[in-house]
């Protein structure tokens, strides 16, 4: 990338006066006026060379003087570089773009190395609500953006399909079995209350008839339990496909004890001397790790804690040779982190694995009032229910768009604009916007595929087709950025920005502005260029909202 290069020549600059600086970096300047390019480093050598910022300014400036594609370089403000770059160069990275194509911002940093994404993971108790769907939304774009960096991404799903809570379904479902068979049968006060758990019953007593009517043995209650949970991973399995999110692998909770994984930890944890009785528990010293104190890993009955199962997953993510995990949680899990990775620890894994993302929930709104309860489920909204009402892209957009640790206030009236109010439409109408003009491109001027392709992108130099350009060049670094930071919302913020500007763009060529910047002028080279830059921003626009698992619609209607 050129920017790599005017960093390198500023590097080599600052060593010639004396101070060695390992990489130098270089920001876009707001005002496109202060050039393409910006640097600050004559003020962060200031204190090391002992000089004034604008005198060290002015030395890396006559240093750099006739870089090759750089017009000029101008000293600003207390010491800041402007670099103002030829047209010719700026103009060249819509042909990287157009040449690239869909793989425009790939890169190889993951160089094909394993990773694991585990998110949502939910249990079967009940249907998938909006903590979960923020969940997926996050977990499956991090995935891509990994994916996008060259990383070879597994996503995995993992439920508890025993314990206590499916114990508590099992027997609302009991209860609600035995009602349609006409018995006055109460839900336990701390049972599942939602409609669904009488459609469960419904569909086992359609399946099985009265066989288990006033039967409250194991037999039956396993029954219901097996029943509840078959037909609960069904409904959370279409929910997710209709929500677009796809796992490689449903990982049962069960099949740890199955394959005595459970048993080989415990057995583990005690050989590392870190594990002591008391009060007829076992407790593992997970304070010599970090934790606030030691824990207890199986309780006086026999039975492990909630911690312990988890230990035993994630030995057996490492012992399938997942050595990079993302975690991708609820902030209601934020207490199981550190005693998980202190089990690990003591078993000799890294300090910090897994790697967690915790995101807060969320609320929903309709005319800024909060919509509280689904009948359906009891107590709260279901993502399914969501994204019947709004859309899988828009859902997905604003499950995005802020960052995971800040609660969400989901916006139903916002979500439902069809104006650049709503950041989904406004992206996804910019693209929209600029196939239409391609479509006309070749509907008045035949196929100009070929002349696009070799387009002379020196012609671009109005302000407003610089910035669009400079905008384009920056996709890979955000998708570097935001992979890293695991931040999707970061590509929500250049996605926005990026519409913005092509919006502008547009608008300002519009007829009934100023006819000499449309696209579609008498002048086939200057048509060409502008034909170039749309077909561009087309391509990262697709690409942004690709990333983030939203479609990219070629027309849409205002």
């Keep these: ?88 160069v700026v103009g060249g990275t819509l042909h990287t773009i157009l040449a690239s194509r869909d793989d425009y911002g790939r890169s190889d940093e993951g160089a094909g190395r394993r990773i694991m994404v585990e998110f949502v993971s939910a249990n079967p108790t009940g249907p998938l609500h909006l903590g979960h769907g923020r969940q997926a939304a996050l977990g499956d774009a991090i995935a891509a953006l990994l994916e996008w960096s060259g990383w070879q991404v597994h996503r995995e799903f993992y439920f508890n399909d025993a314990g206590a809570q499916i114990a508590r379904l099992a027997e609302s479902v009991w209860a609600r079995y035995q009602q349609l068979l006409g018995h006055d049968t109460p839900v336990a006060e701390n049972g599942y209350q939602g409609e669904y758990v009488s459609e469960i019953a419904a569909a086992f007593r359609d399946t099985v008839g009265g066989v288990h009517e006033g039967d409250h043995g194991p037999e039956a209650t396993e029954a219901m339990r097996t029943f509840a949970v078959g037909m609960l991973r069904d409904e959370q399995k279409r929910d997710l496909a209709a929500f677009r999110v796809r796992f490689d692998e449903y990982y049962p909770e069960t099949r740890l004890y199955s394959e005595g994984r459970v048993d080989d930890t415990i057995r583990a944890l005690d050989e590392t001397g870190l594990t002591y009785q008391e009060g007829g528990a076992a407790w593992l010293r997970t304070s010599r790790f970090g934790d606030q104190k030691d824990r207890v ?147 008045q001027f035949g196929d100009a595929a070929e002349a696009v392709a070799s387009a002379d992108t020196s012609l671009l130099g109005t302000a407003a087709e610089r910035e669009v350009i400079n905008q384009l060049a920056e996709f890979p670094a955000f998708l570097a950025r935001a992979t890293s930071a695991r931040a999707p919302h970061l590509i929500c913020d250049y996605l926005e920005k990026t519409a913005g500007l092509v919006n502008s763009w547009y608008q300002t060529g519009h007829p009934t502005r100023d006819p000499s910047a449309r696209a579609l002028v008498a002048d086939p080279a200057l048509r060409a260029a502008r034909l170039a830059l749309a077909g561009a921003a087309r391509i990262v626009l697709h690409n942004g909202l690709a990333v983030l698992g939203l479609t990219a619609p070629e027309r849409m209607e205002r």
């Design 1 to 88: 990338m050129f920017a790599e290069r005017i960093s390198d020549a500023l590097r080599e600059a600052a060593a010639e006066l004396g101070a060695a600086v390992p990489s130098v970096r270089l920001d876009r300047p707001r005002d496109t006026s202060h050039g393409d390019l910006a640097s600050n480093i004559a003020l962060t050598l200031a204190k090391r060379l002992g000089r004034p910022p604008r005198e060290i300014a002015n030395d890396l400036r006559d240093r750099l003087n006739g870089l090759e594609g750089v017009e000029r370089i101008e000293v600003a403000g207390p010491g800041f570089l402007n670099f103002f770059v030829e047209a010719a």
């Design 297 to 443: 890993m199986v309780k006086s009955d026999g039975s492990p804690t909630y911690f312990l199962p988890d230990v035993a997953y994630h030995m057996g993510k490492w012992e399938r040779g997942f050595h990079e995990v993302v975690n991708v949680q609820g902030a209601d899990h934020h207490s199981t982190v550190d005693r998980v990775r202190a089990g690990l620890q003591a078993l000799g894994r890294p300090r910090g694995y897994p790697e967690y993302l915790l995101h807060q929930m969320v609320t929903v709104v309709r005319g800024g009032e909060e919509v509280r309860f689904s009948k359906r489920a009891g107590s709260y909204t279901t993502l399914a229910e969501l994204v019947s009402e709004v859309g899988a892209d828009v859902a997905r957009y604003f499950f995005l768009m802020r960052r995971p640790e800040a609660h969400l206030t989901f916006d139903l009236d916002l979500a439902l604009d069809q104006s650049d109010r709503n950041p989904v439409y406004k992206v996804q109408y910019a693209h929209a916007r600029l196939c239409s003009l391609l479509e006309l491109a070749r509907t």
